[in-house]
């Protein structure tokens, strides 16, 4: 399984982004997916959260009305648009496969990882 994201870059505060994370595999349906971001410095955390079927949806509070988590599972692909962005939300973003079809929050059960991409907000 390989996970591909895109769609990071530099952002004054107040923007937006979309990031986009494509499957290599059609199994993607079958499988919740997540965001996670790791800030210099910082342990990587969870920022969102979707089931298989795109039905529930969990934020991290930090970016909870701000962040929206998506997918097209006919296009195997997940997405997280990123309104109101703050200089905090620096850092590098992942995209995560979980073991299983509904929602958890904690990287353990991720078990396929993206390469991650940079978003950086400026002040």
């Known amino acids: 399984v390989q996970l591909q994201a895109s769609g990071g870059g530099l952002v004054q505060a107040g923007g937006s982004l979309r990031l986009s994370c494509a499957s290599s595999?059609?199994?993607?349906?079958?499988?919740?997916m997540g965001w996670f971001r790791q800030a210099p410095g910082k342990e990587r955390e969870f920022v969102a959260t979707?089931?298989?079927?795109?039905?529930?949806?969990g934020y991290a509070d930090s970016v909870k009305g701000r962040f929206t988590i998506s997918r097209d599972n006919a296009k195997n692909t997940v997405y997280l648009q990123m309104a109101s962005l703050k200089p905090e939300d620096t850092a590098v973003y992942y995209c995560?496969?979980?073991?299983?079809?509904?929602?958890?929050?904690?990287?353990?059960?991720?078990?396929?990882w993206g390469q991650g991409t940079l978003v950086t907000v400026s002040s």
């Open positions: 979707i089931d298989w079927k795109g039905s529930s949806t």
């Open positions: 995560a496969r979980n073991r299983r079809g509904y929602m958890d929050y904690e990287a353990k059960d991720y078990t396929y």
């Open positions: 595999v059609s199994t993607f349906s079958g499988y919740a």
